[in-house]
């Protein structure tokens, strides 16, 4: 009769029809936090790569029109000269 539930110590009673279904709970509950905290880490990760990618774009591209307006700067002074010159 213990099989069929009848004759079931009230401690193993418990155990299965409280502790384990709360212990289940809880170790789902960790794990359901711990992929919550991997997400966030990750995205944090992604999130800085990205920033960094997009600060050397256009660390690179402030550059490159710094450089274009010292050409052209230049080339404007000696029309300057030029000018003066005549």
Do not use: C
Not at 47 to 63: I, L, P, V
């Amino acid at each position: 009769m213990s099989t069929a539930g009848v004759l079931v110590k009230p401690l193993d009673r418990a155990l299965h029809t409280e502790v384990v279904p709360w212990l289940m709970n809880q170790v789902m509950d960790y794990l359901k936090e711990d992929e919550a905290i991997n997400a966030g880490a990750e995205t944090v990760v992604i999130d800085g790569f990205t920033a960094a990618k997009q600060e050397h774009t256009d660390t690179m591209r402030r550059r490159e029109e710094a450089k274009k307006k010292a050409e052209e700067d230049k080339i404007e002074a000696e029309r300057q000269n030029e000018i003066r010159k005549q």
